[in-house]
């Protein structure tokens, strides 16, 4: 049996992708209207009084493309947390008018090497910073879950942990060239989701997506282990924009 690899994990994460089915929203009063962007507004609100108490982040985009309209990416302690979120929502009259079409559970994760020896993870603020994160704010969003392959000779879990060390080392120094351009969430989803990893990027440049998913393709680690999901990008959303989106 290959050596299991050490994790380190952080908050539980839930990205919640859902459409407008307009045909609804047109055939509300405007006053109905009114309500359900209060509703929606009142819960942005108390979202981001969760993040300003350092009790969890929430990311809201807007999806380009008939994958989804919009998605919040919630990060909390718990999994109740994440339920309960999900929970209040659906009761809200806005809600009566979108569908889900797409979730992700998972966890937010780093590898078990960037602990210092002799040290809790959980006492250095670097790493608790990066299990914890208050979500970037970023002009777009880019989330896709991968796996790693497990076919014939192209099995990552049989590799031996250095075999896998220096394949992610490499793989590391790509994503290095994009620091400052790209800020990266990675979420473990093994037991969780159907996927191993959740990726989101966040980016002021969405070409910069393009550009760094397309580099790692020629890197060994992706072009023999990495099997890819769906692709969802968007754009940044707060009230004005999503004043303008809901607007008839």
Request: with cysteine.
């Amino acid at each position: 049996m290959s050596e299991a690899v050490h994790t380190l994990e952080g908050w539980y994460c839930l990205h919640d992708f859902r459409a407008i089915d307009w045909n609804i929203w047109k055939s509300l009063t405007a006053q109905e209207r009114n309500r359900a962007e209060d509703e929606l507004y009142s819960l942005l609100g108390k979202y981001q009084q969760t993040e300003d108490q350092k009790q969890g982040s929430t990311a809201f985009y807007s999806i380009v493309g008939q994958k989804a309209d919009f998605v919040f990416m919630h990060l909390r302690e718990t999994l109740e947390e994440l339920n309960e979120l999900e929970t209040e929502f659906n009761k809200s009259l806005f809600a009566q008018v979108t569908v889900p079409t797409y979730s992700y559970v998972s966890i937010v994760e780093l590898g078990g090497y960037m602990a210092k020896p002799g040290v809790d993870p959980m006492e250095d603020p670097e790493i608790v910073a990066r299990l914890k994160p208050a979500l970037p704010k970023a002009r777009h969003l880019c989330f896709y879950p991968m796996n790693k392959r497990r076919e014939g000779n192209d099995n990552w879990y049989m590799l031996s942990v250095e075999e896998r060390r220096n394949f992610m080392r490499s793989h590391g120094m790509i994503g290095r060239n994009y620091a400052g351009k790209i800020k990266q969430i990675i979420t473990g989803s093994i037991g969780l989701d159907d996927w191993e990893w959740g990726v989101t990027l966040f980016a002021e440049d969405a070409l910069q997506f393009k550009k760094i998913v397309h580099e790692m393709r020629f890197d060994e680690t992706s072009a023999r282990f990495g099997d890819f999901g769906d692709f969802y990008v968007g754009n940044l959303l707060d009230k004005q924009k999503m004043e303008a989106m809901l607007r008839l």
